[in-house]
């Protein structure tokens, strides 16, 4: 978990990555990022790493990220949840 004492910005990265084939090439599409279940941003990959930055309030937020697939990829399972808490 990562504690933060008050409302902060908190930047946050998500890699997406294709198992053989196509090793090594950057994923196309987009990656969207959940807080609570909620979306809060989409981030089109121009790198294989989605980077978002945003301000959280006090509380506690439980952070996912999926990527939603392409015309030639299938989207992704939610990632395992980061836990943010401020106060």
Known sequence: PVLATS?????LR?????TLPGKGRV?????????NGSPIATVTLTTP???FTGLFAAG???????????????PSAASAPLTITTT
């Open 7 to 11: 409302a902060k910005t908190i930047t």
């Open 14 to 18: 998500a890699r997406a990555r294709v």
């Open 27 to 35: 994923v196309p599409g987009t990656v969207t990022f959940y807080d």
């Open 49 to 51: 790493t989605a980077v």
């Open 60 to 74: 506690v937020h439980s952070i996912t990220a999926t990527y939603d697939g392409s015309s030639t990829l299938q």
